[in-house]
């Protein structure tokens, strides 16, 4: 089956900075790359996702990329907040209604 | 915006006895899956659901494990006799796939403690 590896495991950035999380994956078949934010107790959301027929994908301060070739893909914030702090999940998938491979998570902590 | 939820949020029992997990998906979801987290690893995928069947589970699935979908709103996940090591955070999704931008889409409950003494 597919396996994700995440890095990195923490992060601290100083508000304003970029935050980028990195994910790689096994599996040439995986077509479907959700990244979820879970904050302390709280159930893990979906903040973007992207699909392999795409390269790159922005929602406001947030952008996903995509390489299929070398098999990864990453998370970008830009002007990070304090509100962004959280614990960030990457996942891939073969398609609709098959499992989510997570990655082991980054604690991203945005500094004041 | 409908979310999914589940009962209870914290769940403690002795090494051995049952417990049963209760999960809400959203109404008009047809894929429903369980995930579990043990604390400070991965969130790993146990099963999926679809049409009154395990359509998908892994090898953490074993025989003392079961699903069920008793009404036709909730969803549940049962440990006939648990482990030590089933204390973990369990995760209860549900997925759309009637087509569409979200089909892939995955929506997470809050998730149930449950911790095996």
């Known amino acids: 089956g597919e396996n994700v590896e995440q890095h990195p495991s923490t992060l601290s950035v100083q508000e304003g900075d970029s935050a980028v999380i990195k994910c790689t994956y096994s599996d040439s078949a995986s077509n479907y790359f959700p990244w979820y934010k879970q904050e302390l107790g709280k159930r893990p959301q979906l903040i973007i996702d992207i699909r392999s027929n795409v390269g790159e994908k922005k929602d406001q301060r947030i952008a996903v990329t995509l390489n299929k070739t070398a098999k990864h893909f990453s998370l970008h914030i830009t002007e990070t907040q304090p509100e962004d702090s959280a614990v960030y999940f990457c996942a891939a998938s073969y398609g609709p209604g098959n499992q989510f491979y997570f990655g082991t998570g980054t604690s991203l902590t945005v500094i004041p | 915006e409908p979310e999914v939820t589940q009962t209870p949020s914290h769940q403690v029992t002795q090494m051995g006895q049952e417990v049963i997990l209760r999960c809400v998906p959203i109404?008009?979801?047809?894929?429903f899956y369980w995930y579990r987290q043990i604390l400070g690893q991965k969130v790993e995928f146990l099963v999926s659901f679809y049409n009154n069947e395990i359509s998908e589970k892994s090898e953490i699935f074993d025989d003392q494990f079961s699903v069920e979908r008793p009404d036709g709103s909730n969803f549940t996940l049962k440990i006939r006799s648990t482990k030590l090591e089933d204390s973990a955070m369990y995760f209860c999704a549900s997925s759309d796939f009637s087509g569409g931008a979200r089909r892939d889409t995955q929506y997470f409950g809050p998730g149930t403690r449950l911790t095996v003494l």
């Open positions: 109404s008009n979801h047809l894929y």
